[in-house]
């Protein structure tokens, strides 16, 4: 049984396609990165997931429970901190959690475990008008915990954090994937992504553009990078010409060339016998940053 | 979990959350110190018109002696708790309005209505354990208030020298009292809280309520003409104001007062029997209570406003 499975689902607003048509599969285990530009309908989708925004079409089903049909099923054992942290300010941030967990029917004795997990207890009793912006949003990461989900969703939950903070937050995601549960992230910060993630699924105007295993995408934006000695331009002149070669760019005085990488010492081979001198070949190693550029700007 | 256990989750959880609003104890705060300035106003136009200050020797004719007689009961036992529960749902349901659009409205201003819902989905119960848990708030703030009021009758009545006798039949009939306040402050509660729901803020349901009220009060003092023709009457006693009206008079007559002394609107004869101002609340009642739960039910639930 998959953590999220989503069938056709789909949102629209007046003349708007929030999300459109989106089948996606989010496995048991995975700590799966959900990725797109600012509007690209990652939240929408959250919120479809969660049960707070309804459909236009399509399913949504959360640990084997349509979000529609049997919210209360598909939820219960989900932990969602979804855009800003969202507290009330007049109480501490103990009570916040306790109003949480009488919501939910969850035994008050989480809040404390919670409050450690994310180290705010020496801060419990203040008021949440009084937190800074990353304690707010360590006490959302509390919130999301509370029911010890089994699938949790995080929207940017290292927003407004300091290094040392996103740092603690990163291994805090590390360790809840560890214990074998299900996480869905949202993220703009795409090494953080790319670090924590086994898999991707990148959204662009609702749709869905690309999804797949990290390495496996990466892969996709691996190419052949090298370095010749003199003037690059023959050598760029004569790798346009291979059929197997899809694009050729100078960057820093190193020729970029989009080609499957089993191809270099062929690629090597070449240049020699036109008599142009090979200083340095290798890998082009694509982040996911560059995989997410390319694919948003070209899809 | 099924709905009655989300329901009971969800009363436990907006209960605490009204305990601690600071918003629920100033509307509390302001209306017991409007509560004590009225009663220290009856005081000293009875104190007055009586010459109590002089020994009898410098009196003021400031009201008519059956509007003095009237005030009177109004710092006697039981009269004070007729006036104590008018004054509730005068006053007080202008606080309570202001109270219940900031229940149901910050939840969508500060996006704290989607943690929520996604620890207990059920939309219905989580407006009822609202509703519900607004109505214990009222009933504790109706008790502080009867309380207070009590004392203020003892103090003032002691020093006019007016008797107070209060019997087990009054004390009984005083849950039946706070009973019908609070049916009386329900249909101003749902407006303002469907108002809020629709207007997804504090000051749409702050609005929606008070300009309800407005209107209500205005279109309710038409029920004076009412005694010119009774088909008039029968129209406009389907307004809500003058079936509240008949209950507030209830709750007066039932503690020994004349409410119609002071205010013509409340003459007995103009106003419905007390069977038809129930159905017409409860009507009243359900349609702003339905409209706020459909509303509700079908909104997507985006983050802070």
């Known amino acids: 049984m998959n953590a999220i499975e989503t069938i056709d689902l789909t949102k629209r607003y007046g003349k708007r396609l929030a999300v459109d048509r989106l089948n996606l599969t989010v496995g048991k285990g995975e700590v799966f990165g959900f990725l797109g530009p600012n509007g690209a309908g990652k939240t929408t989708t959250i919120a479809m997931l969660l049960g707070l925004v309804r459909p236009t079409k399509g399913q949504a089903i959360v640990l084997g429970h349509d979000v529609q049909r049997e919210p209360a099923l598909a939820l219960r054992r989900v932990g969602a901190m979804i855009e800003a942290p969202a507290f009330y300010p007049y109480l ?4 916040n959690l306790r109003v949480l967990a009488r919501a939910g029917g969850i035994p008050a004795a989480r809040v404390k475990e919670v409050l450690e997990t994310v180290e705010l207890n020496d801060r419990a009793r203040d008021k949440v008008a009084t937190y800074s912006q990353g304690m707010k949003q360590r006490l959302a990461i509390a919130a999301a915990l ?13 927003n407004g954090l300091d290094p040392a903070g996103t740092v603690e937050i990163r291994n805090l995601i590390r360790s809840l994937a560890a214990g074998g549960r299900t996480i869905l992230l949202c993220s703009h910060l795409l090494h953080e992504v790319e670090q924590l993630c086994n898999r991707v699924a990148i959204l662009k105007e609702g749709k869905l553009i690309a999804a797949g295993e990290v390495a496996t995408l990466l892969r996709r ?22 059929p197997w070669v899809s694009g050729v760019t100078v960057q820093e005085e190193a020729i970029i060339i989009d080609a499957p990488v089993e191809r270099a010492a062929e690629i090597n081979a ?13 890998a082009n190693h694509s982040s996911l940053e560059e995989f997410f550029l390319t694919v948003t700007r070209t899809e | 979990m099924d709905t009655r256990t989300m ?3 969800l009363l436990a959880a907006e209960w605490l959350k009204i305990s601690r609003r600071p918003m629920a104890l100033l509307l509390l705060g302001i209306f017991l110190f409007l509560t004590f300035l009225q009663q220290t106003l009856w005081f000293l136009v009875v104190a007055l018109q009586e010459g109590t200050f002089s020994g009898g020797q410098v009196t003021f004719n400031l009201l008519s002696p059956a509007a003095i007689e009237q005030i ?18 005068g006053t007080g349901g202008i606080l309570a309005i202001i109270l219940t659009a900031g229940i149901f409205g910050s939840d969508f201003n500060w996006g704290t209505l989607r943690i929520l819902l996604t620890r207990a989905p059920h939309r219905g119960a989580y407006l009822l354990a609202k509703l519900v848990a607004l109505q214990l708030a009222l009933l504790v703030a109706i008790i502080i208030t ?7 009758a003892l103090l003032f009545g002691t020093i006019l020298g007016l008797p107070q006798q209060i019997g087990i039949i009054d004390l009984l009939l005083l849950p039946i009292g706070i009973l019908r306040a609070l049916i009386v402050m329900l249909p101003y509660t749902l407006i303002a809280g469907a108002s809020a729901i629709v207007g997804r803020s504090v000051i749409a349901g702050v609005g929606g309520g008070l300009i309800f009220l407005a209107f209500d009060v205005s279109a309710g003092s038409l029920n004076t003409i009412g005694a010119v023709d009774p088909m008039i009457r029968a129209l406009v006693n389907l307004l809500l104001q003058p079936n509240i009206n008949r209950l507030v008079v209830e709750n007066s007559r039932m503690f020994g007062l004349d409410q119609s002394v002071l205010t013509a609107a409340l003459d007995l004869s103009l106003l419905p029997p007390q069977w038809q101002a129930l159905i017409v609340i409860a009507v009243y009642s359900a349609i702003f209570g339905y409209s706020a739960y459909r509303t509700l039910n079908r909104q997507d639930i985006g983050g802070a406003n």
């Open chain 1, 92 to 95: 501490s941030g103990a009570d």
């Open chain 1, 146 to 158: 509370l029911p010890d989900p089994e699938l949790i969703m995080l929207d940017e939950p290292t």
């Open chain 1, 221 to 242: 934006g691996q190419g052949v990078r090298l370095r010749v000695q003199g003037n690059p331009e023959p050598a760029v002149h004569l790798l346009r010409t291979l």
């Open chain 1, 270 to 282: 070449l240049l020699i016998r036109a008599d142009i001198v090979v200083a340095e070949i290798g």
């Open chain 2, 7 to 9: 329901f009971t989750n």
């Open chain 2, 72 to 89: 009177k009961r109004q710092l006697s036992l039981p009269g004070v708790f007729g006036a104590m529960l008018s004054a509730i749902n």
């Open chain 2, 146 to 152: 009867l309380a207070m009021g009590t004392l203020l």
